[in-house]
């Protein structure tokens, strides 16, 4: 290898500097450019259409069974037909326990956010933890511009995956429900809804992941809070539920997954916030842990 | 152009730099010289606003760099060989590097193969070396044609070739009319390369001055006598308010007073001298002098008196 040679300065005059565009292909190129990436991507899709396709099962066969039954379960042998219900009845009747057709596209977007969330903390925490972000700070040094870029990336990439996840998923389950008799179109109400709405809530989660890890500074760190965030808080404050007096069951409505869940979900419900109720929660959240994190990733040394 | 003017950082109770004032001129090679902990890494941070000032100034042409809107092209620093992302390729990062500022691929490959990364640039970073990294971190500080080129310990773990070719990039640059500003706190390496030199020490400017004269200042015309008679000629010189020093047979060290003089000394009382020779000083002792109050970390004398239990243990052990 020969280090002889002289640098010539030709080549990088006639630049036009840093930009927000060339900030934006730089953490492109950054995102695109590790393999975990795209691993985590790849699983994150599985998962949801993985996840879609049993919920598809399960959604038909407790359709079916409602059907035979009746909404209340299995009654004795040889009870009167007259139980029976319809093909929409029985649907509209799972519904109501929130087992709903028109949310097959996106039932696994739990395990989605769980990964495509993880993947959000990693992006901005691997770097304080190799020192990758030094360079990025040197070559950026308002800082900001370097978070924002990152965050359109994520929201971008996350928002077109779980697009294609929940519109792949809703294909796979047309077959799968028509054996069940049930007919599953674009034109059945809240289809379209949750195939649009569902890359909303995982880009949320992986906004929220990113500032985590952005505030945070560590992946182990910042995974653990989101998991907290996303899945313990709701555990929690279900148990809350079993405390006397109104003022608790409602509380678990205002934690982040179940109010970003009821934005998936359309029409009311009784004793609960309405969808768009549930979606400016949850934004509320998003900006509760960005902001902080904007501010301290400005303020502190890198 | 460097400018720093009352910097300090303080982390805690602990202070990291103490109010410095300097200037880093274009044009030359500046060292920046002192020995661990002493500070130059957190100055150098503070040069391109990864740390903070806790107070003062330090502005790169005129400007804070984060108010430049090419960065890359104002300062080009190796703060860290590390400050890479172990699993990317040496050529995604400078890539990603790059598009910041627009820089074309054709200037990532002429950096890749200035440095001598060709044939590993499309490998994980977190494989190399702490050479190859240094490599890496010397090509992403070039990508923008700096102004500027900041290199923190720049030859730590170069081989020979590597060292030699940092030196010569480094001298090349500033006779380009380049701000080229290095530290080490590896004296020989200074006296190789540096053309005005910066010593720091617990967070304060100890020297700023050419290398020249940092050599002349401390160096107090010392002259080594041989003589016959050392206790005779010693006697006579030290009546004169000259310090002296015998440290081998027939030999005297000799400083404040020039060759001539001891020779007519010498001449008037008769005493037989047949080596005189000026002894110049090694910037390794200019070194060592100026920065021997300023150490942080002492390493500790391995004396007997160390082997010796600690009086609370001889306690135990009487008992």
Known sequence: MSTTTIPAPSAAAGTTGLTFLGVLRSEWIKFRSLRSTQLLLLFTFVAVVGVGIIAAFLRGTIIDQIMKFGATGPTEPGAPAGHQLTLEQAIDAANAQGISIYGIPIAGLQLGILVLGALAVLLIASEFGTGMVRSTMTAVPKRLPAFFAKAIVLVVVSYVLTLVAAFVTFLISIPILHGYGIDMSLGRDGVVYTILMGGVYVAGVALTGLSLGTLIRSSAGGIIVLVALFFLLEIGTSLLGLVPGDFWKYVGQYVPSVAGGRMLEIGDKAAFISPLSGGLIFLGWIVLVTVPAVITLKTRDV | ?319
């Open chain 2, 1 to 319: 152009m460097i400018e720093a003017v009352n910097l300090a950082k303080h982390y805690g109770a602990k202070t990291a730099v103490g109010g410095v004032t300097f200037t880093v001129k274009p044009g030359m090679v500046t060292g920046f010289l002192g020995p661990n902990g002493a500070g130059k890494s957190t100055t150098m941070r503070m040069i391109v606003g990864l740390d903070k000032p806790s107070a003062g100034t330090i502005t790169v042409n005129g400007k804070p760099y984060a108010k430049h809107h090419d960065p890359l092209h104002q300062v080009g620093a190796l703060l860290d060989a590390k400050a890479v992302h172990t699993s990317r390729s040496a050529y995604n990062h400078l890539l990603a590097m790059a598009a910041t500022h627009n820089i074309p691929t054709s200037r990532v490959n002429e950096v890749i193969d200035m440095t001598g990364l060709a044939a590993v640039a499309k490998k994980k970073a977190g494989g190399f070396s702490l050479g190859m990294g240094q490599r890496l971190g010397i090509a992403s500080a070039l990508l923008g044609d700096p102004q500027t080129l900041i290199l923190d310990e720049p030859v730590n773990g170069l081989d020979p070739e590597g060292v030699l070719w940092v030196r010569n990039l480094a001298k090349h640059l500033a006779g380009q009319g380049k701000t080229v500003f290095l530290s080490s706190h590896l004296m020989s390496e200074m006296a190789q390369t540096a053309d005005h030199l910066i010593v720091i020490g617990r967070g304060q400017i100890i020297a700023d001055a050419p290398i020249a004269t940092i050599l002349a200042g401390s160096q107090q015309a010392r002259v080594r006598v041989r003589t016959a008679d050392t206790a005779r000629l010693g006697q006579l010189l030290s009546a004169n308010g000259v310090q002296v020093q015998n440290n081998e047979r027939e030999t005297l060290e000799v400083s404040g007073v020039d060759s001539r003089q001891i020779a007519q000394v010498a001449l008037e009382n008769q005493v037989l001298v047949y080596e005189l020779t000026p002894l110049t000083t090694s910037l390794e002792e200019a070194y060592f002098d100026l920065t021997k109050d300023s150490v942080e970390y002492h390493s500790q004398e391995f004396d007997d008196a160390a082997a010796e239990p600690a009086p609370a243990l001889k306690g135990l052990q009487k008992r």
